[in-house]
């Protein structure tokens, strides 16, 4: 199990309420929601760091990029998901 640390989070009430119908869990929940937006916010980092070093993304790369991603999505069954 990974290290914890215990921390008090303030949340609307009615997050709270739609969180409980989704999940028993909801540090667990919260947790798996911060690692995503942790790793988005990583992965913009790395991306502008790419683009300052090698130029911005042609239309191109930016097109198979897209094309990759929502393939991949699909498959996983989260196409459309954030």
Request: net charge negative; proline share 1%; no cysteine.
């Amino acid at each position: 199990m990974a290290d914890t640390t215990r921390i008090t989070v303030t949340l609307p009430s009615d997050q709270v309420a739609e969180l409980r119908k989704l999940t028993d869990n909801i540090s667990g929940y919260v947790a798996e929601a911060v690692a995503r937006q942790l790793r988005h916010q990583l992965l913009g980092t790395d991306l502008l760091r790419h683009q300052e070093e090698h130029g911005e993304f042609t239309e191109e790369e930016l097109a198979q990029a897209r094309s990759r991603i929502f393939k991949t999505a699909e498959r996983d069954g989260s196409a459309g998901a954030a």
